[in-house]
């Protein structure tokens, strides 16, 4: 097989017949690898693309990343571009689509076939994320009067270009999903049997408004390859399939991790992000936390009397803020999965907080009593003062997972992501509300 450091070696000596027979036999998606690696050099790569057979050249765009797929395309002809986006399913045309300036995808639709035209305007017309949105129209339709023999006449007719033919689905004259039946099925049943009397009638289905992270929920319940796409109507206008699925997945997931590490989303690979993007995405949260975190210094600035006398209590604030932090972070990551996993919603908030609350109990006590004894044994502090601390320890505790499981939940039911009151935002929160209640334990214990 072709390997990156051959392919360079071809592209210097201009052997360019070579490397055509050579990929003939890769797989697309180890084309795309090789056309990814040699994108430090563009002229290169847009070489071994042009050298691509139309027959795989379309294939092997589909699994590029959309920032490469848009550096291709700009460089080809109007015509060659067409014919590429004539080529692709049409959920991945519209994602190259959505990528670039307005104006050059004007010239290019009107380059394309009326067929793609239509799909992908059909496609745009419904909200980002949702179902419809990543759809594919690509799909085998039957009807219920067809036999086995006509409905396999059919797919070997159309089924070129469908995204896939192991699932074909049944509907009647108003386009309405009747049932669904496998090629498998197909393939087993007698020429002469009807596709009506084969079919599976209970069919799940997914509406074309359904948001993609609960598309995503429904795959993994039911473990299906495809899923059809109906309207408010109950027609049948689209199929999603398990490789959006993936692609999916894993935008929502990228989009959890960086919203939880305060950091706007971003559609780019690190590698890819430059040091500006990067700067911006990141900037506005930690000049928000930053701000927010003045109000830790007003509080400490307001107990300043009391810490010019009881000095030692200085020695323990960051534990409880680092503490109370790290336990709220604990419950906020775990709640914030369960709810993208939907496993609890809003209604179970009640039960979430009693078994936090008791998880912090239990999590509190243990610190404590390890804590008490360091304190008697390492550190000689009075006893008054050790427990001061260990009381704070766990009020701390059980606030910070109150607080780290119910932010995520109230996020979600007034419409927020729960990823954006993750760590960094309960933590500021939690660091004021744990010297809050350290200072007023020590004014009464101390009587200060």
Known sequence: MLDLETLKDCIEQKQYAKIRSEVMDMNEADIADMLEELDESEVDMIKVF?????????????????EVERRIITSLTEREAANIIDNLFADDALDLIEEMPANVVKRLLAQTTPETRRDINHLLQYPEDSAGSVMTVEFVDLKEHYTVEQAIERIRRTG????????????DQNREIRGTIS??????????????????????????????EEVARQFQKYDFDAMPVVDSENRLVGIITVDDV?????????????????????????????????????????LFLMISATFTGKII???????????????YIPMFMDTGGNAGGQASATVIRSISLGEIEFRDI??????????????????????FGKLLLLDRVGVQV???????????????????????????????????????????????????????????????
């Open 50 to 66: 042009r050298i691509l057979p139309k027959a795989i050249a379309a294939d092997v765009f589909s699994y590029l990343p959309v």
């Open 160 to 171: 070129i270009d469908k995204e896939t033919i192991n699932t074909c689905y049944v509907i």
């Open 183 to 212: 090629l498998r099925m197909l393939l087993l049943s007698q020429p002469n049997a009807k596709i009506g009397d084969l079919m599976e009638e209970n069919v799940i289905t997914i509406n074309t408004l359904m948001d993609q």
């Open 246 to 286: 993936m692609d999916i997945i894993e935008q929502e997931a990228t989009e959890d991790i960086e919203r939880m590490a305060a950091i706007t989303p971003s559609d780019k690979p690190y590698m890819k992000t430059s040091v500006l993007e990067t700067f911006i995405k990141r900037i506005p949260w930690l």
């Open 301 to 315: 600035q307001g107990y300043q009397d009391a810490l010019a006398t009881y000095a030692v209590l200085t020695m």
């Open 350 to 371: 009640l039960r979430v907080v009693w078994k936090e609350v008791r998880v912090a109990v239990l999590c509190g006590v243990t610190l404590s009593l390890v804590n």
């Open 386 to 448: 050790a427990l001061i601390v260990c009381l704070t320890m766990v009020v701390t505790i059980v606030v910070a997972k109150i607080v780290g499981c119910v932010l995520p939940m109230l996020a979600k039911r007034v419409g927020f992501d729960p990823a954006v009151m993750a760590s960094p935002f309960i933590t500021t929160i939690v660091d004021a509300v744990s010297l809050v209640i350290y200072f007023q334990i020590a004014t009464r214990m101390l009587r200060m």
